[in-house]
C-alpha cells in the first residue's frame, strides 16, 4: 500500500453517520484525503446524478460502491430514505454534482432529520465555486451575502437584487449560460457605471476565465460569444 492510500485509509467511515462530502468543481485532483478516505469506506452515497459521481468513483479506483439517487424532486422522500438507513446502522456520504452539498444544492432536508433524531454528522469540507471566486476576486470579503440561483421571473430577481446592492457588502450569484444576459441587462438598471464586478467562469476546468471590470466592460467581453459553462458573479460593496 502506498502512502497516498494508507493516508485515505485512517479517514473511513463510522456506521450510523453521514458525511457530507464536498467534491471537486471541475479538476478532480482538488479532493482531500479525507473525502477519498470517506468515499472508499462508507456504505453507501446519496448522489444528484450517479453518472457524475461514478465518473469520479472511477478516478479514484473506487469500485462497486452503492450509489443512492437524491435530488430536488422527491427529497421529502429521499430524506426519510436515508434517515432509515442510517439509523439502521449504514454510513452515508452525501454528495452533489460538483461543490459542497447543501450550497445551491440538495440536502438540507436530510440534514434537518438528523440533526431532530441526533444522527452523527461530519462536515468534510472542500470546494465551493463561491468562495474560490471570493478568494480570487479582489473584492473585500470581510462580508459577503451568498444569493446563489436568483429567481426565474425579472422582477422578483430585480427586487432581490435592489434590496442588497447597496448594502456595502459583496455580493455572490451563481448563473447559468442562458440566463446570463437577463442578468447583467437587470445588473445594468440598478448598479451605478462605474461599479464594478467579477466573473469566474469554468472554475479549475480547462476553459476556467477569470475577468472583472464595469457592467458595460464585463458585457463587452462575456457576449462577443455565445456563453457557455457556469458562471459565478459577484457584485463589489466598493464603488
Known amino acids: ?33 479525507r473525502a477519498i478516505g470517506i468515499l472508499q469506506t462508507c456504505d453507501c452515497i446519496a448522489c444528484e446524478t450517479p453518472s457524475i459521481t461514478q465518473k469520479l468513483l472511477a478516478h479514484l479506483q473506487i469500485r462497486d460502491k452503492r450509489l443512492f439517487t437524491y435530488r430536488d424532486a422527491g427529497e421529502r422522500q429521499s430524506a426519510q430514505h436515508l434517515l432509515q438507513k442510517l439509523q439502521s446502522g449504514f ?22 432529520l438528523c440533526h431532530c433524531e441526533n444522527v452523527p454528522i461530519v462536515p468534510i469540507p472542500g470546494p465551493s465555486a463561491a468562495i474560490a ?6 473584492f473585500p470579503s470581510d462580508r459577503f451575502l451568498f444569493l446563489g440561483f436568483l429567481p ?42 462605474q461599479r464594478e464586478i467579477f466573473v469566474a467562469r469554468e472554475l479549475t476546468k480547462l476553459n476556467e476565465t477569470l475577468f472583472r ?16 459553462g457556469e458562471y459565478v458573479i459577484l457584485i463589489s460593496s466598493l464603488l
Open 213 to 228: 471590470g464595469t457592467i458595460s466592460q464585463c458585457m463587452q467581453t462575456l457576449f462577443s460569444n455565445t456563453p457557455r
Open 133 to 138: 471566486s471570493l478568494s480570487v476576486s479582489g
Open 91 to 112: 454510513s452515508v456520504a452525501l454528495v452533489s454534482d460538483a461543490g459542497t452539498p447543501t450550497i445551491s444544492d440538495p440536502g438540507f432536508r436530510v440534514l434537518r
Open 152 to 193: 426565474l421571473k425579472k422582477s422578483h430577481r430585480q427586487k432581490i437584487l435592489e434590496s442588497y446592492c447597496h448594502e456595502g457588502i459583496t455580493l455572490i450569484l451563481y448563473e447559468s449560460p442562458h440566463r446570463l444576459l437577463s442578468l447583467f441587462e437587470c445588473l445594468q438598471k440598478i448598479l451605478e457605471p
Open 1 to 33: 500500500m502506498d502512502i497516498l492510500q494508507t493516508l485515505c485509509e485512517k479517514h473511513r467511515a463510522q456506521k450510523g453517520t453521514l458525511y457530507v462530502v464536498a467534491t471537486p468543481i471541475g479538476n478532480l485532483s482538488d479532493l482531500t484525503l
